[in-house]
Nanobody, 125 residues
Framework: QVQLTESGGGLVQPGGSLKLSCAVS????????VAWFRQTPGKEREFVAA????????RYSDSVRGRFSVSRDNTKNTIDLQMNDLNVGDTGTYYC??????????????????WGQGTQVTVSS
């Protein structure tokens, strides 16, 4: 079983940057597909970014492409989400999620069985 722990959230001004980390235990980050989702109260979890096992191919939602970057740190066994040029619409609780292998439905939360507890990101002036 995979355990996931997010960190790095906080309060940032519009235009600022944050780096989130998802610490993985139970598997190596190269052997699993991992996605980041975010959620605000009363709304469904929204796909943000994903990274494929093995070749590390990445995918992004239209709303974050060009501003966010997802990567693996094999030494630390983490999946990191670098978030730049943040805006108020990026506010939410960010979750990382994992599955054993890539799926074409990578953006759908229901296809991930392992989840972290979430970390709060607030973008406000």
């Amino acid at each position: 079983q995979v355990q996931l722990t997010e960190s790095g959230g906080g309060l940032v001004q519009p235009g600022g940057s944050l780096k989130l980390s998802c610490a993985v235990s139970g598997r190596t980050v190269r052997s699993i597909a991992v996605a980041w989702f975010r959620q605000t109260p009363g709304k469904e979890r929204e796909f943000v970014a994903a990274i494929r096992e093995s070749n590390g191919a990445t995918r992004y939602s239209d709303s974050v492409r060009g501003r966010f970057s997802v990567s693996r740190d094999n030494t630390k066994n983490t999946i990191d989400l670098q978030m730049n040029d943040l805006n108020v619409g990026d506010t939410g609780t960010y979750y990382c999620a994992a599955r054993s292998y890539w799926t074409v439905a990578y953006s759908e939360a229901r296809h991930y069985g392992d989840w972290g507890q979430g970390t709060q990101v607030t973008v406000s002036s």
